[in-house]
T-cell receptor, first 115, second 114 residues
């Protein structure tokens, strides 16, 4: 595997379910990010982890719970979601968080539908 | 706060046509500017960037010039191909000594017809 991978690619869940999204980067980076992409809205940064420490929580509801066990893996745990949470969830990584020349590399995303 | 405004799509062009996608920004400091591209079923990829005023970013025939006086970073390509069909995102980033993040526009969907 190369680059940034995300699983699953598609997920349908009910409002009472608990599920997790997984992201893995094979680039040796130290920063990882979760974004939410909704139709006709700008990409919304949700969380930033730098060297496994959370450095940004962009006022995300507590029904989204991130976990970063090491610099290569990032999870997003989901519980009691709402239909308006349906979106494409993108993971990204960069060498470190910060520095204008640190390009972010994105995964293909998980398309989440909440019924 | 910082923001990016880009032209709304969708944009449909014929192959070999000239492309311009407008992007303007509002920022309190001196941002770096980016264009990202998202092909169908894939994540975003950096297309080009410029880190200071009057810089020109270029890649794959696409160009954009950082215009501080007009706070713009318009994307151009002289002759588009069907393979350029994708969603294009303009973004800015301001260095805040380790707490940097990208601010994206809403994206412009481009469709090239043969």
């Amino acid at each position: 595997e190369t680059g940034v991978t995300q699983t699953p690619r598609h997920l349908v869940m009910g409002m009472t379910n608990k599920k997790s999204l997984k992201c893995e980067q094979h680039l040796g980076h130290n920063a990882m990010y979760w974004y939410k992409q909704s139709a006709k809205k700008p990409l919304e940064l949700m969380f930033v982890y730098n060297f496994k420490e959370q450095t940004e929580n962009n006022s995300v509801p507590s029904r989204f719970s991130p976990e970063c066990p090491n610099s290569s893996h990032l999870f997003l745990h989901l519980h009691t979601l709402q239909p308006e949470d349906s979106a494409l969830y993108l993971c990204a990584s960069s060498p470190v968080a910060g520095g204008v020349r640190n390009e972010q590399f994105f995964g293909p995303g998980t398309r989440l539908t909440v019924l | 706060g910082d923001s990016v405004t880009q032209m709304e799509g969708p944009v449909t062009l014929s192959e070999e046509a000239f492309l311009t996608i407008n992007c303007t920004y509002t920022a309190t400091g001196y941002p770096s500017l980016f264009w990202y591209v998202q092909y169908p079923g894939e994540g975003l990829q950096l297309l080009l960037k410029a880190t200071k005023a009057d810089d020109k970013g270029s890649n794959k025939g696409f160009e954009a010039t950082y215009r501080k006086e007009t706070t713009s970073f318009h994307l151009e390509k002289g002759s588009v191909q069907v393979s350029d069909s994708a969603v294009y995102f303009c973004a800015l980033s301001i260095s805040n000594f380790g707490n940097e993040k990208l601010t994206f526009g809403t994206g412009t969907r481009l469709t090239i017809i043969p």
